[in-house]
């Protein structure tokens, strides 16, 4: 993002363009750590495990001094940023195509993500028309997590389905693998290719020149 900021005519601060990558960063920790303090200390939303892009943005805004026109068009520049970095993994989309075709079974997409379940489907849509059908939970929306266990809780509320007719896939295995079999759910831990040797050559590079590396040879999301 912070390349096509440079090289893109706008009237965001220099100060903002230049500094994109860590301020970015920056302000998502910042409003996360605050966000917990916040909510520790409100016992109305001690439950909320959770932010959202807007979240982040609102903060950006606020601490950088940008317009609200500024401030929505680095949002929707992180979107398009996010849409174009999927890569789609044709055997699992057609997977969930087969389960969504088998009246016996029912296909939910789970994430912790800042990102909104609106956002999300429509990312995906624009993959494949599949995904327009799918239910998507966000812990963004929710307020719980896969990484605390919670939003399976809450989905199991929502769906009526006990967690011994689920099988979930992810490729976290913290949040996708442990707490889920902590729940008694049948969990599949999806493992992403080796990097090829070129791809380790430019990660070293990356590291030592602070540029970003996008896994080229599989897909980057398991989607």
């Given amino acids: 993002m912070e390349y096509i900021l440079k090289n893109r ?19 998502e920790s910042l409003v996360r750590n605050s966000w917990r303090q916040c909510y520790s200390d409100n016992p109305y939303k001690r439950d909320e495990q959770d932010i959202t892009i ?31 970095l999927i890569i789609p993994i044709p055997k699992n989309i057609q997977k969930i195509k087969n389960l969504s075709h088998d009246k016996t079974k029912k296909v939910v997409l789970i994430s ?5 379940e609106t956002i999300l489907k429509k990312i995906l849509s624009e993959i494949d028309p599949i995904f327009k059908k799918i239910t998507i939970y966000a812990s963004s929306e929710i307020k719980k997590t896969k990484a605390t266990g919670d939003i399976y809780k809450y989905i199991k ?6 967690y011994n007719q689920w099988i979930h896939t992810g490729d976290n295995y913290n949040s996708d693998v442990i707490k889920a079999k902590e729940l008694g759910i049948q969990s599949i831990y999806f493992r992403y290719p080796q990097l090829t040797s070129w791809e380790n050559r430019l990660l070293y590079f990356k590291t030592q020149h602070n540029l970003s590396l996008i896994h080229i040879s599989e897909p980057t999301r398991p989607y």
């Fill in 112 to 116: 912790d993500t800042y990102l909104t």
């Fill in 54 to 84: 807007d979240d982040i943005y609102r903060r950006f805004k606020e601490t950088y001094n940008l317009t609200p026109k500024q401030t929505n068009y680095i949002k929707r520049l992180e979107i398009n940023s996010e849409k174009k």
């Fill in 157 to 162: 509320k929502q769906e009526g389905i006990e």
């Fill in 9 to 27: 005519k706008n009237d965001i601060p220099s100060r903002v363009i230049n500094n994109f990558s860590f301020i970015r960063q920056e302000t």
